[in-house]
């Protein structure tokens, strides 16, 4: 792709006093879904509070659609223009779902009662909870609370989307829904979608971003990342000491990823086999030679 990226960002570092959360990371996002993964404490959710200009980074910049949120005036536009699901976000249990929708735009400065109200019926038709609007949070299903923050993220038709770890705790019917609700929201704008699962990324993005202790150890196609593992994955009856991690399957045997010994019996790759070589920091340097 040729376009202009809607986020352009490097050296971006990030200290909490130790070692640091975010180690001088460089990321370009473009149209569509980008996937985020990495194990706990990568360094996932520091990124995506940089970027939604949360947490100003110790050194490094970015822009947003061109806009520098290192001053006042572009912090202000950057904000205007992205949309931001935390890991948590905090319902008021009572509210119904239009109604905590139409608090958060008003807190968005959506000055205009009636404009604002159809902004607010737009969002939760796009993530298809018109019929459920006047329900309250608190009987709401799981994955209906989710689509009810991430219609509260699309107010406004933001450029840039932040999606931190939404399919937590939905179950596979109410995950599919989700994944459907974000490709669709992802045609037309820049979504970043930190996640744990493999399958998330496989369904569902374009891109891929894989962060490990504070650094992007892999940045490419789901295509790619699964290509890096072909050829590295085999079976084995016994756990074999030689991989860099092996698990034993639903068939008793075990499927190991690294550097297989001659003659292996070797396996097809998943994205999720790719992943964990890339996190792995040797694997990440014959990567890079
Ligand atoms: N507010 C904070 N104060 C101190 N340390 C923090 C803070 N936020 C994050 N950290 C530390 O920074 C590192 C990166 O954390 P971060 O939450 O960004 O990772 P993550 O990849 O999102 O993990 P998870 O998947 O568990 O959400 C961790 O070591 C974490 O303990």
């Given at each position: ?96 779902a239009f109604a905590f929708v139409d608090y958060v735009a ?41 689509r009810v923050a991430l219609a509260a993220a699309l107010l ?134």
């Amino acid at each position: 792709m040729t376009t202009r990226p809607t986020v352009s960002g490097s050296g971006l570092t990030v200290r909490y006093g130790g070692s640091p959360a975010l180690d001088n990371v460089s990321v370009r996002l473009q149209e569509g879904v980008t996937g985020l993964l990495g194990p706990n404490g990568a360094g996932k959710t520091t990124l995506l509070r940089v970027l939604a200009t949360a947490v100003p980074p110790d050194r490094g910049a970015f822009t947003v659609l061109g806009h520098d949120p290192g001053t006042g005036a572009g912090r202000q536009e950057v904000r205007r223009r992205l949309g931001y699901l935390p890991q948590n976000p905090g319902f008021h249990p009572d509210f119904t779902a239009f109604a905590f929708v139409d608090y958060v735009a008003i807190l968005k400065e959506f000055a205009d009662r009636s404009a604002r109200h159809r902004e607010v019926r737009r969002v939760l038709d796009a993530v298809n909870l018109s019929e459920v609007r006047g329900k309250r949070i608190k009987r709401l299903s799981g994955g209906m609370r989710q689509r009810v923050a991430l219609a509260a993220a699309l107010l406004g038709d933001p450029g840039l989307l932040l999606l931190d770890e939404p399919t937590v705790g939905l179950d596979p019917e109410q995950r599919m829904q989700f994944r459907e609700v974000i490709a669709e929201a992802g045609r037309h704008r820049t979504v970043l979608l930190s996640t744990h699962q493999t399958e998330d990324v496989a369904m569902l993005c374009q891109r891929v971003i894989v962060m490990a202790q504070g650094h992007v150890r892999f940045e490419g196609t789901p295509a790619e990342l699964t290509a890096r593992a072909a050829g590295r994955v085999w079976s084995s009856t016994e756990r074999d000491p030689q991989a860099r991690a092996g698990w034993r399957t639903g068939l008793g045997t075990f499927r190991n990823v690294g550097d297989p010994p001659q003659g292996a019996d070797l396996l097809e790759p998943t994205l999720e086999d790719g992943y964990l070589l890339a996190l792995d920091a040797q694997s990440v340097e014959a990567m890079s030679a």
